[in-house]
């Protein structure tokens, strides 16, 4: 059994704005020094309030993961990761694991998740995760 | 016979992944960040100057943090109590390098290596990690973090190889 080793990580969020419906997409908000599609994604994790309550902008994190799915895009604009639960990517649910990817140019802000279930989701909260990645040369 | 994908492969040999049982490093030892203050939130916390891991001939290969249900004290002097789950999630780990840059951060609670079925979190940077310029930041604080407690930290590390 293998397990994810961290070179650079850092937190992005996907801001549930506007209304809270379901099939609806909250893409990721911009972070500027990941968002050139300049990093090579190799792991993600998901958290919830369990893991943590707030976000490091500020914003709450969502209590509940089961009606939400999660969509990366690449530099192509391919749906590389299509709709997959959040909670299967968090790593308490896992055993510890954290969910390995075959290394990927991604497109931040062309990534999103979607809501299947609004119950317990609040407007303005965000469904957070961490990226493991390395830079592109 | 074992067989491994191309792609296993390459994330062995790049250092972006580890077996979950392998050789965590050649040596451990526990760290102490005790409170002054009731904590605050957004305020960075840094790690004491520690002159094993601030040196460039250590790398630090895991991390962990010691809950107060692994170990109910911090044998801190006065003693403290360690963080809760419910205390670790409102903060965050920050790894930076010589120049001050966030390599990489991570939820604390995320840390605790019980809530993880026992894995470590595996640590490579190609950028050197010291130690002083790493923090601890709160982000919400509806459990408060008091003098009586402190963060405990188990760092695992190896010798650089020159």
Redesign the interface.
């Known amino acids: 059994?293998?397990?994810?080793?961290?070179?650079?990580?850092?937190?992005i969020e996907f801001r549930l704005t506007g209304s809270i419906a379901t099939g609806k997409r909250y893409f990721a908000t911009d972070i500027p020094n990941l968002s050139r599609n300049n990093v090579v994604v190799?792991?993600i994790?998901f958290?919830t309030?369990?893991?943590?309550?707030?976000?490091?902008t500020?914003n709450t994190v969502t209590s509940v993961s089961t009606g939400t799915v999660v969509t990366l895009r690449d530099n192509k604009k391919q749906e590389f990761m299509y709709q997959v639960p959040q909670y299967t990517l968090i790593?308490?649910n896992n055993?510890?694991?954290i969910v390995?990817l075959?290394?990927r140019i991604i497109n931040l802000t062309d990534c999103y998740v979607q809501l299947t279930n609004t119950t317990s989701i609040t407007l303005g909260e965000s469904v957070a995760a961490?990226i493991?990645y390395?830079l592109v040369d | 016979m074992r067989l491994v994908s191309p792609?296993?492969d390459?994330?062995?040999a790049?250092?972006?992944?580890?077996?979950?049982?392998s050789y965590e490093g050649s040596y451990t030892k526990s760290v102490y960040m005790p409170f002054t203050a009731t904590a605050l939130i957004g305020t960075s916390y840094y790690m004491a100057p520690d002159t094993i891991l601030n040196s460039k001939n250590n790398e630090i290969t895991a991390i962990e943090i010691v809950d107060s249900l692994t170990n109910s004290i911090a044998p801190t002097v006065p003693a403290t109590d360690p963080l809760s789950v419910a205390q670790a999630?409102?903060g965050?780990f920050y790894?930076c390098n010589e120049k001050r840059e966030?390599?990489?951060?991570?939820?604390l609670?995320?840390l605790i290596r019980r809530?993880?079925?026992?894995?470590v979190?595996?640590?490579?940077?190609?950028d050197p990690v010291v130690w002083q310029n790493c923090f601890i930041?709160f982000?919400?604080l509806?459990t408060a973090i008091t003098t009586a407690n402190s963060v405990w930290l188990r760092v695992t590390y190896s010798p650089v190889e020159n």
Not at chain 1, 1 to 11: A, D, E, G, T, Y
């Open positions: 059994m293998n397990n994810l080793v961290i070179k650079r990580s850092q937190q190799y792991g994790e958290f309030s369990a893991q943590e309550t707030t976000t490091p500020g790593r308490a055993a510890g694991l390995l075959k290394p961490n493991y390395d | 792609l296993i390459y994330l062995f790049s250092g972006k992944m580890k077996q979950v049982g999630r409102q965050y790894f966030v390599i990489a951060y991570v939820p609670a995320v809530l993880n079925a026992g894995k979190q595996f640590l490579q940077f190609d930041q982000d919400s509806g």
